[in-house]
């Protein structure tokens, strides 16, 4: 019998190298679509994990002295405007008890919340803790009763455990709110139920 010399054949490890560039070249395209920016965009939607329901989107707040800024706010809308709160800035209403429906955009102390409707915005602070109703949150509709209008002037009138910020805020008004806890009532955008 003759001896025949099989001599295997080498594969060549061209095909792999290839598959492997490949393969890196399809990863670095998918990062960069996916993400791979580093730069955070907001988006301004809120998304409630608990319910899996997205929420109106929530502009974001500047931070700036809101105080200067709301007076001077206050003050052309009652200019210009009508409604119960432009009666309540224009001084028409001082002394007297005010009643009125509003939106509440910011609340920036424990007791101290703005009220806005019409495009004009007044202070008000809850003359005694809000036990009965959940907080009072931004976003929220208010039904107001049988709050004392008062004068930024009358501001040392408000009762002694109402904190520092809310005083020094309703003293920077022209006429502020001082609503009875009872006097509050929320129409929309929170609890509207007794606890």
């Not at 010399?5 to 594969?11: A, V």
């Not at 001082?94 to 703005?114: I, K, L, M, Y």
């Not at 003293?171 to 929320?186: D, K, M, R």
């Amino acid at each position: 019998m003759a001896d025949i010399d099989i001599e295997r054949k080498k594969k060549s490890p061209l095909p792999w190298i290839l598959g492997l560039l490949a393969l890196a070249l399809l990863l670095f395209v998918l990062m960069r679509s996916c993400g791979g920016d580093d730069t955070v965009e907001e988006t301004g939607t809120v998304v409630d994990t608990t319910t899996s329901q997205t929420v109106a989107p929530v502009a974001p707040m500047p931070v700036t002295d809101t105080t200067a800024a709301a007076t001077g706010a206050a003050a052309a809308g009652a200019a210009a405007g009508t409604g119960w709160i432009a009666s309540v800035l224009g001084g028409q209403m001082a002394g007297q008890t005010a009643s009125g429906e509003a939106s509440v955009p910011a609340t920036p102390s424990d007791r101290g919340f703005w009220l806005e409707e019409n495009g004009q915005r007044v202070y008000a602070i809850l003359a005694e803790r809000y036990e009965q109703i959940k907080d009072i949150d931004p976003g929220q509709r208010v039904r107001i009763s049988n709050a004392k209008v008062m004068a930024g002037s009358e501001s040392a009138q408000i009762p002694a455990d109402v904190d520092a910020e809310a005083k020094a805020t309703a003293a920077q008004q022209p006429y502020f709110l001082l609503v009875p806890a009872n006097g509050v009532e929320i129409t929309a955008g929170g609890n509207t139920t007794a606890n």
